[in-house]
């Protein structure tokens, strides 16, 4: 007969003394979901977890910043990808505008010789275009949020607006190309 855990409570946390090895205390309510407890008296929510055959650790969040009903209610919901076969540990990949910009321009670099070129595209984008747009997903951007950006540039410098236009019409092709976007995004 398999050993039944009672489940753990926020008090028995709170008041759990650390000793001179790491502790584990498990909780009866929520199957794998653990508290780590340090020598140090740091209190961490673990989740045990098995993908692809092997036992794996998943950190959840620290007691007290999470509360034992917040590490149960994450815990169940990592259970639950694990059994739609999502690896939580993997992390989310998002392409952000910026960080497609900087390969963008790496591989510009790589095939075009031409400095004066790669410097002006660096300026708009350190000045213009990644304050308004580099944190975006790069599936995200539209036309829409993309024309009143360059139509403020354009109040400052026609020839810079149309750099920046071409430069980023550049970036989403190159993101395309690459499959950091679809080709046809749709709202």
């Known amino acids: 007969m398999p050993r039944v855990i009672p489940p753990l409570t926020s008090t028995q946390i709170k008041n759990f003394r650390p000793s001179v090895k790491p502790t584990t205390m498990f909780d009866g309510v ?31 969040g620290s007691f007290p910043e999470m509360s034992l009903a917040e590490a149960r209610v994450e815990a169940s919901k990592n259970k639950k990808q694990v059994n739609q076969g999502i690896d939580p540990t993997v992390p989310i990949v998002v392409n952000t505008f910026g960080s497609v910009a900087d ?19 660096r300026e708009c984008l350190k000045n213009d275009l990644l304050p308004s747009i580099g944190n975006k997903d790069i599936a995200s951007i539209h036309t829409a949020e993309i024309v009143p950006l360059l139509e403020r540039i354009d109040k400052r410098s026609n020839s810079l607006a149309r750099k920046s236009s071409e430069l980023v019409s550049m970036i989403i092709k190159y993101a395309v190309q690459r499959g950091y976007r679809p080709p046809y995004t749709q709202l």
């Not at 199957?31 to 977890?49: E, M, S």
């Open 103 to 121: 390969k963008f321009i790496e591989w510009k670099e790589s095939v075009l010789r031409a400095e004066a070129t790669i410097r002006k595209y």
């Open 30 to 60: 929520e199957t794998g979901l653990h508290v780590l407890v340090q020598p140090n008296g740091t209190k961490i929510f673990r989740l045990k977890i098995k993908i692809d055959g092997k036992d794996r650790r998943l950190t959840l």
